[in-house]
Each structure stands twice: as structure tokens, then as C-alpha cells.
């Protein structure tokens, strides 16, 4: 996924598809490879990987149009009773996911359906990313961002590249890249620089 830099600040955004590519993400092709690498990231773990195929083949049943196709809401309403009400967690599948999401145990996981999260994002048993009051904007995870236990992210605010999030940490304002953030509220602890040089 891509990002920007604006100023002297780190502003992150993930590109949105356009118009003329309304398929850039959402493609059998794209869907597939992003559940190859969700595999791989789960390969020790079969509930995660249950997950992760199911919300993969939900998503390709959905479609990419304005509205959802009929033949997909069997498969989004056995999906949500599988996942939500059995295994505990709740991530939708119109939730804009990169591939090699990685799911540790996953109990009480929520993600908001308006979330955008990156590739290879880490999300442990307890977290929360979505909005801080009700109508409100929602988080934007950059790629390989780590989420500690029962950490919550919300707000209309980025974490980014190559960041980590501690345990139990309430995360309200931007993380940039390549940080540590810890506490409640989360302050940035720490710059991994050696991220910084690999990635500038």
C-alpha cells in the first residue's frame, strides 16, 4: 500500500481506489494472493487461518460493486455467526484488509467495518480499532504494524509503517512510522531508527 509525506509532519494515507481501477483491490486475483500470504502468516494457527479463509472467500462472493450480490449473504451471515458468535471476534468482511494479517488467539478482537489496515498488521486477543464516539472516523493501519493485547486504537487517526503498539495501550492521537507507542494515552516510547534508514 502506499503512503505520503506532507511537510514536515508524516501525514499517512492509503491510496483509495479510484473510478478507472475499481478493482484494484477487491479482484479474484488480488483476494487470492492476499489470502495465500494470510496463510502464511497464520500457518501455526487453524482458527486464524479459518478466519482469514473464510473472510477471504465472503469477500470474493461480495463482489466489488455499489451494492453486495444476493449470493453473497448466506455466506455473510454464516461467516458473522461463525466468527462473532462462536469464536469471539469481530471483523467484517467489508473491512479493507491487506494480505498476511496475522491473528493471535483473537478473542474479543474488534475492528470496525470502516477500518482500512495494511499488510502484514499483527492483531492480538483484546484489540479495538474503531471510532471514538458514535458517527465518528475510524483508524488507518500502515503496513507490518504490530498490535499489542487489549490495546485500543480510535479516532480518525493513522499508526505507520513499521510501528508497535504495547499491550493494554489507548491510542488516540497519529503514530508515525517506524515508532513505539505505549500507555493510556499512548506516547511514543521509542524510534526504531533502524527502520527509519531501511525505509527512508
Known amino acids: 500500500m502506499d503512503y505520503q509525506r506532507k511537510g514536515s509532519r508524516l501525514d499517512m494515507e492509503i491510496v483509495t481506489q479510484t473510478a478507472e481501477h475499481p478493482k484494484s483491490s477487491d479482484s479474484t486475483s488480488a483476494i487470492y494472493n492476499q489470502w495465500r500470504a494470510d496463510i502464511r502468516a497464520n500457518r501455526r494457527d487453524p482458527k486464524a487461518i479459518f478466519v482469514m479463509t473464510t473472510l477471504r472467500f465472503t469477500k470474493l462472493l461480495m463482489g466489488n460493486g455499489p451494492s453486495y450480490r444476493k449470493v453473497s449473504i448466506p455466506a455473510q451471515l454464516a461467516y458473522r455467526f461463525m466468527t462473532e458468535f462462536i469464536l469471539g471476534l469481530e471483523i467484517r468482511p467489508k473491512t479493507r484488509i491487506g494480505g498476511g494479517l496475522t491473528i493471535f488467539h483473537g478473542y474479543g478482537l474488534v475492528v470496525h467495518d470502516h477500518c482500512i489496515i495494511g499488510d502484514n498488521v499483527t492483531l492480538r486477543n483484546g ?3 474503531g471510532q471514538a464516539n458514535p458517527g465518528g472516523g475510524v483508524p488507518t493501519i500502515g503496513d507490518r504494524v504490530q498490535i499489542g493485547a487489549n490495546a485500543s486504537i480510535i479516532g480518525q487517526i ?5 510501528s508497535v503498539i504495547g499491550a493494554g495501550s489507548v491510542v488516540v492521537k497519529n503514530v508515525p ?3 513505539v507507542a505505549a500507555g493510556n494515552p499512548a506516547r511514543i516510547i521509542r524510534t526504531n531508527r533502524e ?3 531501511r525505509t527512508s
Open 158 to 162: 493513522s499508526v505507520g509503517t513499521n
Open 127 to 129: 484489540v479495538t480499532i
Open 177 to 179: 512510522a517506524n515508532c
Open 195 to 197: 527502520e527509519t534508514t
